[in-house]
């Protein structure tokens, strides 16, 4: 028996040895494969899609700056009500003022004998939260639960200390998960000291969060807030004037915020200039976060653009103009390199090449920044391959204009998703909101719908040329020791740096 057992253990000593001598096998480079667009036998015509822009919003707004949306929902045969609290200027900490909500939210749920308290959603940006409720036959009470999350006594029976847990919580799962990258990548593609990266993630405040300080946040967030209701029109079936539920809604939420601006002799904060980020990464800096016995290599590609501010009214209109237009050419851009199947990136880099289940684009369109951002994982042995493969495309986007069959498509795609969201009452609220904290004209779909059916090669070419021209900023998370040699092969000319989400 005893010397089974010793044989045993010199096995899986030579095991374990063999397992941490194994070489990685790295996945060698290659040139960029270019989708293909050939036509199908047989096939049946198809005509063009076309946006047409359908005015399912009735804005109705109010002398103290409220606003309230109708929307035309036949469909659902519910009644939704939505309180929007929104600023120019991001909310400070609406990561913790969340957390409370959400336990809040709990509470009301289990004591409430209205079954659709439930149904109780937040959809929170550092611009806006919505709280959101659907019942059918809506009564007078839900618009008193939407307005009870901002008054002064709500949190006083809710576990402060279960607040702080689920922070700390969210924190770790963050880091075991992976989502640390995202962290990192804020604050790498926009600077430390941009006022977002300063609005979330205050450890102090979580660790020490105490009910007076959970009510100064919510009472800051109150103090800057402007305040819209999103409803469809069944509530307005038999209801007119002040006592329709969301005027009442919007007369509970300014009282609110007039109270608490008078308590603490609030005034608009004007808007600070932030800090200029270089919109290439010349140093060709690539930034890695270490972790070690990871069984794959998170990545992140992409740019800050740039996106103006109004200096006063007279030019607010163009700044507004111009931005949009702006937004526009992101979402091109994004969609060209970084959609599903048909988008370069996922069909070189997973359907050719295997190296990853999946990489995607997305634009992010924010009131004080904008970025555009190349996202995947991929195994340890095909990080480098993966990366190389990256930039390939960007410089192939930027040098070359795209064939007339993959302008169709980026064509149609873009023209799919924008009939899709005019039909999905989810996404007109979503760009609702948008328009509230960014200025958009609610005819932005149509001038996008209108930009697309223009669109020609050399026009899309010269938009990504103005871009992809530049270097893109690079972070990644991986187990460096074992990914280092194939980085410096790979990207020669690319300096490692090791950072890390507490930094």
Not at 264 to 277: E, G, N, R
Request: hydrophobic fraction near 40%; glycine fraction near 4%.
């Amino acid at each position: 028996m005893k010397l089974t057992s010793i044989a045993l253990i010199g096995y899986l000593g030579l095991y374990l040895l063999g397992c941490q001598q194994t070489q990685i096998d790295f996945t060698d480079s290659a040139t960029a494969t270019l989708p293909q667009f050939d036509k199908i036998q047989a096939a049946p015509v198809v005509n063009a899609m076309h946006f047409e822009l359908k005015h399912s919003v009735e804005q109705q707004n109010y002398v103290d700056g409220s606003k309230l949306f109708i929307f035309s929902d036949p469909q659902s045969g519910l009644d939704k009500l939505t309180l929007v609290a929104y600023s120019k200027l991001p909310f400070a900490n609406v990561d913790v003022l969340l957390a409370a909500f959400e336990q809040k939210r709990r509470r009301l749920s289990a004591k409430q004998s209205l079954s659709c308290a439930d149904s109780i959603r937040f959809r929170p940006s550092l611009h806006s939260i919505a709280i959101s409720i659907s019942c059918y036959q809506l009564p007078t009470e839900a618009a008193t639960l939407l307005s009870d999350f901002w008054q002064a006594d709500s949190f006083t029976e809710i576990d402060i200390g279960n607040v702080k847990r689920q922070l700390k919580l969210a924190k770790h799962i963050n880091a075991f998960s992976g989502a640390e990258i995202d962290t990192v990548w804020a604050k790498t593609i926009l600077g430390e000291a941009h006022i977002y990266n300063q609005a979330l993630n205050d450890s102090e405040l979580a660790d020490n969060l105490t009910l007076a300080k959970l009510n100064a946040v919510r009472n800051t967030i109150l103090s800057q807030s402007s305040w819209a209701v999103l409803s469809n029109q069944a509530l307005f079936s038999g209801e007119t004037g002040e006592k329709s539920l969301p005027n009442i809604l919007l007369s509970d939420a300014a009282a609110l915020s007039i109270a608490v601006k008078a308590a603490t002799d609030y005034s608009d904060t004007p808007q600070k200039k932030q800090p200029d980020i270089a919109l290439g990464n010349e140093p060709k800096n690539l930034y890695v976060i270490d972790a070690p016995d990871s069984v794959q290599t998170q990545i992140r590609v992409g740019y800050p653009l740039a996106r103006k501010s109004s200096t006063s009214a007279t030019n607010q209109a163009q700044v507004i103009l111009d931005n949009s237009a702006g937004a526009q050419d992101c979402q091109l851009l994004a969609s060209w390199l970084g959609r599903s199947f048909s988008g370069r990136l996922y069909y070189d880099l997973r359907e050719v090449r295997g190296l990853t289940y999946g990489i995607y684009g997305r634009c992010y369109d924010n009131p004080l920044s904008r970025t555009i951002k190349f996202y995947g994982s991929t195994q340890l042995q095909h990080t480098g391959a993966f990366i190389d493969g990256v930039l390939k495309h960007l410089t192939l986007a930027a040098d070359s204009p795209v064939s007339q069959a993959e302008l169709k498509a980026i064509k149609t795609y873009n023209s799919s998703k924008l009939l899709l969201r005019q039909d999905n009452p989810m996404a007109l609220e979503a760009d609702t909101i948008r328009q509230l904290t960014s200025g958009y004209s609610p005819a932005y779909p149509q001038m996008f719908a209108d930009k697309i059916a223009q669109l020609n090669a050399d026009e899309l070419q010269a938009i990504a040329s103005h871009v992809f021209s530049r270097t893109p900023y690079i972070v990644i998370r991986g187990d460096l020791d074992k990914i280092r040699q194939d980085l410096q092969q790979k990207l020669p000319n690319w300096q490692i740096i090791e950072v890390s989400a507490n930094d």
